[in-house]
Each structure stands twice: as C-alpha cells, then as structure tokens.
Nanobody
Framework: QVQLVESGGGLVQAGGSLRLSCAAS????????MGWYRRAPGKQRELVAK???????TYADSVKGRSTFSRDNARNMGYLRMSSLKPEDTAVYFC??????????WGQGTQVTVSS
C-alpha cells in the first residue's frame, strides 16, 4: 500500500520558519513528482511547490523566494522549508505524489498556523 505522511506543521509566529516533511512508502519514489498543496479555510486548494526526481522545482508566486523544496531519494523523503512566514500561509499542507495520469496519492495533511 502507498502511504504519504506529513509532519513538521505547527504554530509559528509571523516571520518564522518551518520545515515540512513528507515520508513516502509503497511506491517507487523516483518515478513520481512530489508536490506540496495547501488549503486554507474558505480558500481553493493551491499548489505551493513541486519537484521531480532530479530536483527540478517550481514554486507558487505566493511562496517564491522564501521556500525551498528538496528531495532525499535515498530515504523517500521530501522537504519543504518555508521562511518569512505570513498569516496568509496558514493552511493545511498536503503532500501529493503523482505519475503522469496513472497514479495520484495524497497524505492526510499537516496544519500550519502562523500567528499575528
């Protein structure tokens, strides 16, 4: 079975930093693109960042310049480092992995709350 487990969320003050982690199991990690999505209350789901197995990354304009997405293919791990956090970053962050249109898997999410 495929499982994606997010961790690293929590409460942080504006201007602070967090590193979100996604641990994947049950799939061939390097065959998949990993993405981080977020959903804020009353807001549409947003793709925050994505990374292929070679480390090519793209970021949403809202987080560009203050986010770093990295992958550790040997450990089947993905990390999203977010700095200079803003209250509007408050959301549930989801790890997603997809392979073309064949497979698409989601984690259960981790809550990020940015105060002030």
């Amino acid at each position: 079975q495929v499982q994606l487990v997010e961790s690293g969320g929590g409460l942080v003050q504006a201007g602070g930093s967090l590193r979100l982690s996604c641990a994947a199991s049950g799939l061939t990690f390097t065959n998949y693109v990993m993405g981080w999505y977020r959903r804020a209350p009353g807001k549409q789901r947003e793709l925050v960042a994505k990374s292929d197995s070679d480390g090519r990354t793209t970021y949403a304009d809202s987080v560009k310049g203050r986010s770093t997405f990295s992958r550790d293919n040997a450990r089947n791990m993905g990390y999203l480092r977010m700095s200079s956090l803003k209250p509007e970053d408050t959301a549930v962050y989801f790890c997603n992995m997809w392979r073309d249109a064949i497979d698409n898997y989601w984690g259960q999410g981790t809550q990020v709350t940015v105060s002030s």
